[in-house]
């Protein structure tokens, strides 16, 4: 952070680099070869990764529906299969959502580096990074329950009890030839499909979530303008009219640009997350039929309350954060509306 002219009042303020808020998911994405780079370094590497882990997830989608399709009648194997097809079908949706909208999270990119965003003295600096330091505390633990899900998807086909004829592979999909003649490899590629899955989709979960929290966070610093909008830089000298003016412009192009900012998010992320919605609702309630299914004994079953714990988290993440967001828009437009109040009964703006 670099040190910039102290505005009027002797505040000095800070320029607060937003988009450091993303770097580990940025990190993350760019080696997958997802992330839009303006200019990448090595393009023709993070195509071939792209294009590898897209057809590994496609492939593991299509030979799981495959399976749903032929064996409908089936409600055993079909709430088994169908459980994780329909994590995969809304990672997919947003996948495909965050490819096709890259130039508009560019432009969230833009509009972070924003001075009235950026600039900030130490009490928003404070606001700022206590919102973004509970989003990272909430990354590392979906991250940590992504983790365990990919080992426990390992360990339970070993763990558990299977019968001598057939191998238990970690996911029920169609194959166009006998898996169990090449189980190793059938294993390994369902086992990386699954892990690469889980990091790609936790990491475009994070990535939507802080861009709302740093959106939370700027409006509680907003609100925080407001308030001081009639404090007196010196203690019982009042505060000039062509001062609190210019601090009321300057919280309107705040709050003006904020809102773009959200009207940008909501423009991004808001199909890839209904389809989430939407599918998590049927993911849940076959995790809880799968759970009632199979021995408490097994592993798979501390696997699926794991996997169950996963998807909580990641709904209650994008429920939690939205409410935030929506209830710091209605506090900051209370608070100008009454600090408004109070400039016009006193006369200060004509």
């Known amino acids: 952070m670099g040190k910039e002219k102290a505005p009027k009042g002797g505040l000095v303020a800070n320029e607060y680099d937003l988009l450091k808020a993303f770097d580990t998911e940025i990190f993350y994405l ?33 030979a799981m529906a495959t399976l ?49 965003f950026r600039n900030v003295i130490s009490d ?38 299977r019968d001598e004829t057939q191998h238990k592979f970690p996911l029920p999909a169609w194959f166009p030839f006998n898996p ?28 939507t979530i802080m861009a709302i929290i740093l959106g939370t966070a700027q409006f509680e610093v907003l609100k925080r303008r407001i308030k001081m909008i009639l404090k007196p ?38 199909k890839g997350i209904f389809i989430q919605f939407l599918s998590s609702v049927i993911v849940i309630c076959l995790t809880g039929f799968q759970i009632l299914m199979i021995s408490f004994n097994s592993m798979q079953f501390v696997l699926l309350i794991i996997y169950f714990s996963c998807m909580m988290l990641q709904i209650i993440m994008y429920c939690w954060y939205g409410h935030m967001i929506v209830e710091s828009i209605l506090r900051s437009s209370y608070s100008y509306f009454a600090v408004l109040q109070r400039i016009y009964s006193k006369g200060q703006i004509q």
Request: proline fraction near 3%.
């Open 180 to 207: 169990n003649e090449y189980y190793y490899e059938v294993f390994s590629a369902e086992i990386l499909s699954i892990a690469i899955g889980a990091w790609i989709n936790s990491n475009i979960d994070i990535l």
């Open 233 to 270: 830089a010196i203690d019982g000298i009042p505060v000039g009219e062509d001062i609190v003016q210019d601090r009321v412009k300057k919280c309107i192009i705040h709050y003006n640009d904020l809102l773009c900012y959200v009207s940008q998010i909501e423009k991004t992320y808001s």
């Open 30 to 62: 760019t080696i997958a070869g997802f992330y839009p780079k303006k200019t990448p370094k090595y393009k023709y590497l993070y195509i071939l990764a792209a294009i590898f882990n897209f057809s590994l997830e496609y492939l593991q989608f299509i």
């Open 68 to 116: 749903v399709y032929q064996n409908f009648s089936d409600v055993s194997k079909v709430s088994e299969a169908l459980l994780f097809c329909m994590t995969q079908f809304a990672f997919l949706n947003k996948l495909n959502n965050f490819i096709i909208n890259k130039s508009n999270w560019l432009l969230l990119e833009e509009m972070l580096e924003n001075p009235v």
């Open 124 to 161: 928003e600096e404070l606001i700022v990074t206590l919102y973004i330091s509970g989003g990272k505390r909430i990354a590392k633990i979906y991250r940590v329950l992504c983790v365990l899900v990919v080992v426990f998807y390992a360990l339970f086909p070993f763990m558990d009890n």
